[in-house]
Nanobody, 124 residues
């Protein structure tokens, strides 16, 4: 059974930092991607960042480029999202998702497996 468990969310002031973790287990894909999505109240879920297991390629939404960094620790089967220079508009529930290498990493329909989410709140 595929399981994804997010952690690391919380309340932080604008300009601050948080590091989210996504602990993954139960899948045996030869090649896969793990992505972070977020959903703010009243808004659609959107792709934030993605990392590929095949070559370590990383992808970012324009809104977080230069502020967020995705990385992985394969020994721990964990993917991290380092979020710096946080803004109030980054407030959302953050989800991680995994699937075989998607063609469009930011599309929700590419992913069959999702975590339960972790709340990030950035105060102004």
């Amino acid at each position: 059974e595929v399981q994804l468990v997010e952690s690391g969310g919380g309340l932080v002031q604008a300009g601050g930092s948080l590091r989210l973790s996504c602990a993954a287990s139960g899948f045996t894909f030869d090649a896969y991607a793990i992505a972070w999505f977020r959903q703010a109240p009243g808004k659609e879920r959107e792709g934030v960042s993605c990392i590929s297991s095949s070559d370590g390629s990383t992808y970012y939404a324009d809104s977080v480029k230069g502020r967020f960094t995705i990385s992985s620790d394969n020994a721990k089967n964990t993917v991290y999202l380092q979020m710096d220079s946080l803004k109030p508009e980054d407030t959302a529930v953050y989800y991680c998702a995994v699937d075989v290498l998607p063609q469009n990493w930011g599309e929700l329909w590419e992913y069959d497996y999702w975590g339960q989410g972790t709340q990030v709140t950035v105060s102004s």
